[in-house]
């Protein structure tokens, strides 16, 4: 074992860890062994989340709220009862401050929908500037092109620097007196960059504009304290925290969301409803129309029971360890170059990289034979690509179970790449 291999052992139990994660025990391939490099896209279950999705449907699966009979009241607890677990894992003021939706898509959605539909002074109109970065991931893009168009609003946007970084350089430029909102992601989900968020609110707070944060690649990473962050709203997805898909979730300051009009209407976010009017609930369920997903919130609350029991301080570092070791294996592999951060400083457990002239369709469908699952193509974030002007990259993210035996698989898996093609 390597001196960096040995550094890596202890921090966290990582074998009886990856116990608790059936897929991990999967072979394809005629035996070979899965070695999953794909948690940024969505990371594995372990069976305490599955046990609670299980016992859910079997034991108290019912709609929540409205019912008085007691497998109904059940329901609620535990659907009610995960909006407190999240509360509690980011540290928010109160538990009328998350959102449950489907997704982080969804959940930043919700924020633009809301902004384009507000009063002053939080609307967004032709006058007004709404601010993103070259880096995101395209639900953090889309939704702020769709208000700008709608609304006449201009949509401006930080750039990357060469080694991955934001361009901040401009940034009084960038960010102005008419600004209404800032939105960027905390950590890249294709490049890894971890931004500086101190920065950037320090600004948008002086010209008073809002600020949004997708936490997608942090939440399951790191402490997340959105007290600490001091953002106006933050969105994050419980597929890629070990929980299940169909929930996410948006937390936003409680002036901020009594103030914002609803995005989505229906039942359960109402107050009174006539032929004429309505009033509204307050929140969070002023913007949870119809019936929530209660089960996929019943497995968000175990997979933050999961996670807390190990400590996210412990999984994060142990991530840092392990994307230390990677960038320098990867970095060893010639004709490989790591596109962003070429160090593991202020970096996440994500790496993408291009290999000589081999696309990486090829890269990723060679490793898949031997058994290693990578993503592969623009991660949903185009406009990286086009900066670095490249088609695609592979991208191999890590987590709390991974090893680095895994990260030696990679490594060897790519000289069997470079081999096969020569």
């Not at 921090?11 to 990856?18: F, K, N, S, V």
């Not at 909006?83 to 919700?110: G, H, M, Q, Y």
């Not at 707070?205 to 690649?217: E, H």
Request: charged share 20%.
């Amino acid at each position: 074992m390597t001196d960096a291999r040995q550094g890596l052992t202890g921090l966290l139990d990582t074998e009886a860890i990856r116990k608790d994660f059936p897929l991990l025990d999967r072979t394809v391939h005629d035996g070979k062994k899965v070695v999953y490099l794909d948690s940024a896209a969505t990371s594995q279950k372990p069976r305490q989340v599955l046990d609670a999705l299980n016992t859910y449907y079997e034991r108290h699966n019912a709609n929540v709220h409205r019912g008085v009979y007691t497998i109904a009241e059940e329901a609620t607890a535990l659907y009610e009862g995960a909006r407190d677990k999240v509360a509690a894992f980011i540290n928010a003021p109160s538990r009328d401050e998350v959102i449950f939706t489907k997704n982080a898509s969804e959940s930043l959605n919700l924020v633009a929908n809301m902004l384009g539909w507000a009063d002053e002074p939080y609307r967004v109109d032709r006058e007004t500037e709404i601010v993103t970065t070259e880096m995101e991931h395209h639900s953090n893009i889309v939704p702020w092109q769709l208000l700008a168009q709608r609304t006449g609003a201009k949509l401006k946007w930080f750039g990357i620097t060469d080694d991955g970084r934001l361009d901040l350089s401009n940034i009084d430029e960038i960010i102005t007196e008419k600004t209404k909102i800032v939105s960027f992601t905390l950590v890249s989900n294709i490049l890894g960059t971890v931004n500086p968020v101190e920065q950037i609110i320090r600004r948008a707070q002086q010209v008073g504009a809002l600020v949004c944060i997708d936490a997608s690649q942090a939440a399951p990473h790191m402490v997340l304290d959105v007290q600490a962050l001091q953002a106006d709203f933050v969105a994050f997805t419980g597929h890629k925290m070990v929980g299940p898909t169909g929930i996410g979730v948006l937390w936003g300051r409680q002036e901020l969301l009594e103030d914002l009009p609803p995005f989505l209407g229906g039942g359960e976010m109402i107050e009174t409803v006539s032929m004429h009017s309505s009033t509204y609930a307050p929140a969070p369920h002023k913007f949870e129309a119809g019936t929530p997903p209660i089960a996929q919130a019943v497995g968000l609350g175990a997979a933050v029971d999961y996670l807390s029991s190990i400590g996210m301080e412990k999984i994060h570092a142990h991530e840092k360890a392990i994307t230390e070791y990677a960038v320098k294996r990867l970095l060893e592999v010639p004709d490989l170059r790591i596109i962003g951060p070429a160090t593991a400083e202020d970096r996440g457990a994500t790496i993408s990289f291009t290999l000589g002239d081999i696309h990486p369709h090829d890269v990723g469908q060679v490793l898949d034979e031997l058994g290693i699952a990578v993503r592969v193509g623009h991660h949903c974030a185009r406009p990286v690509c086009l900066r670095y002007g490249i088609p695609a990259t592979t991208r191999a993210s890590f987590y709390l179970y991974s090893t680095p035996a895994e990260v030696d698989a990679l490594v060897d898996g790519l000289e069997h790449v470079r081999n096969f093609f020569g």
